[in-house]
């Protein structure tokens, strides 16, 4: 008998909280248990691994079976995260997390296991029946749950383990920056924001390796690590420069250049934003990553410069030919971050307008910004067949 047709989900990413995004291999850390503060431990789900239960992988349907391994673990990961946020603070009922939580988690993995079972059948091999494997539970408090990133999946040709990798992110240091002068605040929130489209650009490019691998064994080192590099030492020297030219000691910033590697499926730090004389810095998008977070310590003068407050989006796993739009747009998103930080540094500097003005001139247009770059991050979805998110709710911003 014909077995039905599922409709096709696609899974968020974990991370950096962070991305993030990430992307492509979102963080898998999970929440374990929660502080003693009064509040009751985190359990986290306990889903049934599933590599470990496929039959031998055809050669032509690594990458995909891969790809949805990691799919799975991204969304334990995300679930154990909303776990955790409820043992902190509880809402809802007694059947909250059944409900928000176990519930919905199975229906992405019903989806999931579905893709995995089509890759089989594509490749000409026999559909295996996972569905049993759908369903989690939750583990004791302080239990890690098991992934599928711990033992690899067969190879038909080899009975070996030599499946395609889930793609790895950039691992780059965040410049540790002094406090910004207001003067030169608009120049540093944009080579921030450099930092951050040259990691998205390079995470795209690793994760178009790890879907079509080319080149020999230092083609990532030659060609990623070593142009991105080059890139930061000119967006770090420009930062410099710009606390020069104010007449403030220019920092070395030479150390923060050089990055490596992140194992598959983890994240990046983002570069955050840097607010003058402001203790609040904010998230950054890059990658769906949780940004630097810390702003530079101020002397808590009337005139410091006050930093947006933008919700970092929850993309949800982000298809392979997708992930180069998706990443350019949170570079974006980014980016306007740091014009609309230039901007509140300038107007701490030298006040104009009304009482409205920050609203009006600057909230007002970046969350029309924000809109537009959402819009495109979903069309990107939405292009490659997957199902389009909602992230018309991470348009508005606040003030730090």
């Known amino acids: 008998m014909a077995r039905p047709m599922r409709k096709n989900a696609v899974l968020k990413l974990g991370g950096v909280g962070a991305l993030a995004v990430l992307l492509l291999g979102g963080g898998l850390q999970l929440a374990s248990a929660g502080e003693n503060t009064g509040s009751t431990a985190a359990q986290t789900v306990n889903c049934p691994t599933v590599r470990d239960k496929l039959p031998a992988v055809p050669a032509s349907a690594a990458a995909g079976v891969?790809?949805?391994?990691?799919?799975?673990?991204?969304?334990?990961?995300?679930?154990?995260?909303?776990?955790?946020?409820?043992?902190?603070?509880?809402?809802?009922?007694?059947?909250?997390?059944?409900?928000?939580?176990?519930?919905?988690?199975?229906?992405?993995?019903?989806?999931?296991?579905?893709?995995?079972?089509?890759?089989?059948?594509?490749?000409?091999?026999?559909?295996?029946?996972?569905?049993?494997?759908?369903?989690?539970?939750?583990?004791?408090?302080?239990?890690?749950s098991a992934l599928n990133s711990s033992v690899k999946a067969g190879n038909a040709a080899t009975g070996g383990n030599n499946t395609t990798a889930a793609a790895q992110t950039v691992n780059c240091p965040t410049p540790q920056i002094p406090a910004v002068p207001a003067q030169a605040a608009a120049n540093v929130q944009a080579e921030l924001a450099n930092l951050d489209k040259q990691i998205s650009e390079a995470n795209a490019r690793l994760a178009q390796q790890a879907a079509n691998p080319q080149g020999g064994a230092n083609f990532i080192n030659n060609a990623i690590l070593g142009p991105l590099e080059d890139k930061r030492k000119a967006a770090l020297d420009r930062i410099e420069i710009a606390f020069n030219r104010v007449g403030a000691q220019r920092p070395n910033l030479d150390n923060f250049a050089a990055c490596g590697l992140n194992g598959a499926g983890a994240g990046n730090a983002g570069n955050g934003n840097a607010g003058a004389g402001n203790g609040n810095g904010n998230a950054g998008n890059g990658n769906g990553n949780a940004g630097n977070g810390n702003g530079n310590a101020g002397n808590g003068n009337a005139g410091a410069a006050r930093t947006v407050n933008c919700p970092t989006p929850q993309i949800p796993a982000v298809p392979a030919q997708a992930a180069a739009n998706v990443q350019a747009e949170l570079?974006?998103?980014?980016?306007?971050?740091?014009?609309?930080?230039?901007?509140?540094?300038?107007?701490?500097?030298?006040?104009?307008?009304?009482?409205?003005?920050?609203?009006?001139?600057?909230?007002?247009?970046?969350?029309?910004?924000?809109?537009a770059a959402l819009d495109r991050i979903e069309i990107a979805f939405n292009r490659v067949g997957a199902q389009r998110?909602?992230?018309?709710?991470?348009?508005?911003?606040?003030?730090?």
């Open 66 to 144: 891969e790809r949805e391994l990691t799919n799975l673990d991204e969304e334990i990961a995300r679930q154990n995260e909303r776990l955790a946020k409820q043992a902190a603070n509880p809402q809802g009922g007694a059947n909250f997390i059944n409900n928000a939580i176990l519930g919905p988690l199975k229906s992405k993995r019903v989806a999931v296991l579905d893709r995995i079972e089509i890759n089989f059948n594509r490749a000409g091999a026999q559909r295996p029946n996972l569905d049993a494997l759908a369903t989690c539970g939750l583990n004791a408090p302080g239990v890690a």
């Open 331 to 371: 570079a974006n998103l980014d980016k306007q971050i740091s014009e609309a930080n230039a901007r509140l540094a300038q107007q701490a500097a030298n006040p104009q307008g009304g009482a409205n003005f920050i609203n009006n001139a600057i909230l007002g247009p970046l969350e029309d910004k924000r809109k």
């Open 389 to 400: 998110p909602n992230l018309d709710n991470f348009a508005a911003c606040g003030l730090n």
